[in-house]
């Protein structure tokens, strides 16, 4: 058995925090200089108690709009795909039965056995339930 290490395990999950943490410390650096000049234009002093209200408002308010939809539309989508629900395995429905009918028709007197085999051979994998896919 190999060992891999940590970062090729997880090679593109420390590329996404890279580029997160690299992202978020722009985000606030640049931030700075606009609450900087901003409150140069006023007349008044740069404090860090209004840039930071200011900055975790403008965070927060990214986290949840952009952020959280993305994890929710593709990680929720990944999860119940995982799981089989319905709305996830409509085209594969479709799709194997389709391929059970080719291979009934290609093999006429050994595609119910054909099909069994593979059943058998693949069960847990698919997520039908096996009467969905039996013309």
């Not at 108690?49 to 952009?66: G, H, I, K």
């Not at 629900?85 to 007197?109: C, F, H, M, N, Y």
């Not at 595609?111 to 896919?133: F, K, M, Q, S």
Request: charged share 25%.
């Amino acid at each position: 058995m190999s060992k891999t290490s940590l970062w090729r395990a997880y090679k593109y999950g420390w590329i996404t925090l890279a580029l997160f943490v690299f992202s978020l410390i722009g985000h606030w650096l640049f931030g700075w200089f606009a609450f900087v000049q901003e409150q140069t234009e006023h007349g008044q002093a740069a404090e860090m108690a209004p840039y930071l209200v200011s900055m975790l408002r403008d965070t927060f308010e990214n986290w949840q709009s952009e952020f959280l939809q993305l994890l929710w539309q593709v990680g929720g989508l990944a999860f119940f795909l995982f799981l089989g629900s319905p709305q996830s395995k409509e085209g594969s429905d479709r799709i194997e039965a389709k391929i059970d009918v080719i291979l009934r028709r290609v093999d006429p007197t050994d595609g119910e056995g054909v099909i069994r085999d593979l059943d058998r051979r693949y069960a847990g994998r698919h997520t039908d339930r096996p009467e969905t896919h039996k013309d």
